[in-house]
């Protein structure tokens, strides 16, 4: 029974562990590397199929060892002597320095074949490093100025905006104009605010007021990198919120195959597991808590909102990567219907009956036995009984 096997100098046709029949690819670069791309693709490729029809016109039943090829005959494992039939090239009077440059001409192509998605994933990530530097910066700052004046350092941080700080200390630094600035009362005084200091945080907060406007620059790209590469997902999740679905699920073709109830749990992979081995309670989303549907929901509605979100970011995720512009609308209505529905059938429970359900799930919920898959919770045991110390 023959064995029909594909290699990148082309394909052969084996019995009894002897090539009886050869369709040699064209020993040339542009030849050799559009099968190798054939080849990656999982294509059936035109030499397999001659090969194929002369085994079939010969009525010998085909054997194959590679997935791509099943629907020309049966699978079976490749045998151990035909292991190093890529390596044969030469046999076949083909140099074998084609592979190398077909391989370097594949790369090259690969690389200027960057998808949009990816474009916009690197500027989320540019925007969350700014973000990052923006809190040190405004740390810093708050600390800096607040040796002059504490009592404005003691205000909470969400009574005023780092802009608008930046922005007082900028204009003029002393502790009482700062004040009058956010319309806050000054408090406590601390220590005089020497001229040389003052031109120092004045320098500072310019480069804090730098770095707010580029990130908000970076927004506004954002927004338009996104209505290009996902309008519909962005349409849904708002733009941020988009491109970090696609940071975290690998691309917007990644994004689209996966099912809802994936998506759903991106940025919770960490707390789901520690739920598999029994530490916790299921989480009820990831980073989709960041829509505003659901972080400003009560907390008893937040996971029956997560799954219905995520239903509608899958759809829309599907819908971009196959280039349906039209289901925007569509979905942000089926998703308005859904939110009433939700909201309109169930009961907003506090926070302590909410925490004596998970209470009693947890009283309830068996505890994962030895052995059985679940990391950290004791030793693994086999068949053979516990495992010892080989030294005792």
Not at 2 to 28: F, H, K, N, Q, R
Not at 128 to 142: E, G, K, Q
């Amino acid at each position: 029974m023959p064995l029909l096997l594909s290699t990148w100098w082309g394909s052969v046709l084996v019995e009894d562990g002897a090539i009886t029949s050869t369709a040699l690819v064209e020993p040339t670069v542009p030849a050799v590397s559009a099968r190798l791309i054939a080849l990656l693709e999982g294509a059936v490729l035109p030499s397999d199929l001659a090969l194929a029809t002369l085994a079939a016109h010969h009525q010998q039943p085909l054997q194959v060892c590679e997935q791509r090829l099943w629907s020309l005959g049966s699978l079976l494992p490749l045998p151990a002597p035909l292991r190093d039939l890529p390596d044969r090239a030469a046999s076949q009077g083909i140099d074998e320095g084609l592979l190398v440059a077909a391989a370097r001409d594949v790369a090259a192509g690969r690389l200027q074949q960057v998808g949009d998605d990816r474009f916009a994933v690197q500027a989320l990530l540019a925007h969350d490093d700014l973000t990052r530097t923006i809190n040190l910066l405004s740390d810093r700052l708050r600390e800096w100025h607040g040796l002059s004046a504490p009592g404005l350092a003691a205000i909470a941080p969400e009574q005023f905006t780092v802009a608008s700080y930046a922005a007082a200390i900028v204009a003029d630094p002393t502790p009482h104009q700062v004040a009058a600035a956010l319309g806050r009362p000054l408090g406590l005084a601390g220590t005089p605010l020497p001229h040389k200091e003052a031109e120092a945080l004045r320098a500072y907060g310019q480069t804090l007021q730098q770095v707010l406007r580029a990130r908000e620059e970076l927004e506004e790209h954002l927004q338009h990198r996104m209505a290009t590469v996902a309008p519909m997902l962005s349409l849904v999740a708002g733009p941020v919120l988009a491109a970090r679905l696609l940071t975290l699920g690998g691309g917007l073709g990644a994004l689209a195959r996966m099912p809802a109830g994936t998506l759903q749990m991106l940025g919770a992979e960490k707390a789901f597991f520690r739920h598999r081995r029994g530490e916790g309670d299921a989480p009820k989303h990831g980073v989709i808590f960041q829509h505003p549907l659901i972080h400003a929901a009560p907390r008893s509605h937040r996971g029956k909102l997560a799954r219905a979100l995520s239903a509608n970011l899958s759809l829309a995720a599907k819908a971009d990567a196959a280039g349906n512009r039209a289901l925007g609308d569509l979905l942000q209505q089926r998703l308005q219907r859904q939110v009433e529905r939700i909201r309109a059938r169930t009961r907003i429970l506090s926070d302590a009956e909410l925490d004596e359900r998970a209470a009693a799930r947890r009283a309830t919920r068996p505890r994962p036995r030895v052995g059985s898959g679940a990391r950290g919770h004791g030793r693994r045991e086999g068949r053979r009984g516990p495992s010892r110390d080989p030294r005792r």
